[in-house]
């Protein structure tokens, strides 16, 4: 999926560039609020309290910030480690894991694209694995995309029902739909650069990821169950977030 | 995260990365066998940087030793400049009394 240096034309390349700039800047912003705001909102609550429960209470704020930082460096080794993971899928290809919609849902979307695209861009500037020109589209591709879907998925579950089976069918349903996304972006990416017709690109590159999805998806809800469904998580329902 | 399970986490991360990558399946990715299969994989170009190339280190014989390394030390840089990046972004996000 990490696309390669040459396969796209400049302008293409530089607007994929420009958007992934935005989308860096809008995600680092909201972070940083969500940081701050826990700790603010902690410490006006337990400023009509006694003092020395303001200690506790900043330390709390802090503590979930921490845990937060925690939760984002764990997940940025995770899914580096999967993506070095190559499986095959069908006559002679293969696909590896991508991780937006397991990051989106343990720390959030604003948090994954954080996530996602200092994944992409180690790999980028360190392995020669995925180009340094269309850094741009890669992480729209890997990181800004499918985690906005992920998280789109994820809300209109829990809307729609409070199921226990909610966050598994959810999960799944992200993740594979996050691939395809991926996909589909960059055969836009490639068509619009002039590589190669979209309906040519397009049908090829989603017949492939549909079964790469499935990978996705079975990896996506192994690690979610193994190492995060005890933590607060963006897949619970928004009065117990982060309690 | 309790730090047994974050250790426990990072001990996996680290054999992902260091030994079962050595068994990563070598076929073309997706897009790769799109590219393949559509005539531009030529398109591609030198990548402009490569430090550590195809997750190996080119300076070591033991190429079971080149690959293995290379995944400890990216899971190493991810998990670093991660926690490092966020360590600064909650300094500055707290405010300070």
């Known amino acids: 999926m990490h696309i390669p240096d040459g396969f796209l034309n400049n302008p293409v390349s530089f607007g994929a560039g420009l958007g992934a700039l935005g989308a860096l800047a809008h995600s680092l912003k909201k972070v940083a609020q969500e940081l701050k705001l826990k700790v603010a909102v902690l410490q006006h609550k337990l400023a009509g309290n006694t003092g020395s429960q303001l200690v506790g209470g900043k330390s709390f704020g802090l503590s979930f910030a921490n845990r937060k930082v925690e939760q984002m460096a764990s997940l940025a080794a995770l899914i580096f480690a999967l993506q070095m993971i190559n499986f095959p899928v069908l006559n002679g290809t293969s696909g590896h894991f991508i991780g937006a919609a397991l990051a989106t849902a343990v720390v959030g979307p604003w948090a994954a694209i954080l996530v996602l695209s200092l994944v992409v861009t180690l790999q980028a500037v360190v392995f020669a694995d995925g180009g340094l020109i269309v850094l741009g589209a890669n992480m729209l591709n890997i990181a ?30 992200a993740a594979w739909i996050s691939v395809m996304l991926a996909a589909t972006a960059c055969s836009f990416e490639l068509a619009l650069s002039g590589t190669i017709a979209l309906g040519d690109v397009l049908t090829a590159m989603l017949g492939v990821h549909a079964l790469i999805g499935i990978g996705e998806a079975l990896i996506t809800l192994a690690f979610f169950q193994l190492f995060f469904s005890r933590q607060s998580t963006y897949l619970q329902p928004e009065e117990s977030q982060h309690a | 995260m309790h730090n047994r399970k974050l250790l426990m986490l990072l001990a ?9 990558s050595l068994y990563a399946s070598s076929f073309p990715d997706g ?23 195809d997750y190996s ?41």
């Open chain 2, 57 to 97: 280190f080119a300076g070591i014989a033991n190429e079971t030793l080149a690959a293995s390394l290379a995944g400890v030390v990216g899971v190493g840089l991810a998990f670093g400049s991660m926690f490092l990046f966020g360590k600064i972004l909650v300094n500055r996000s707290t405010p300070t009394e």
């Open chain 2, 31 to 53: 897009l790769e066998y799109v590219a393949e299969e559509k005539g531009f994989l030529e398109r591609a170009t030198e990548p402009l940087l490569s430090i550590i190339p």
């Open chain 2, 12 to 20: 996996v991360c680290l054999g992902i990365a260091g030994f079962l």
């Open chain 1, 144 to 173: 800004v995309f499918p985690s906005l879907l992920a998280m789109l998925v994820i809300t209109l579950a829990k809307r729609l029902t409070d199921s226990p089976l909610r966050k598994i069918v959810s999960l799944t349903v």
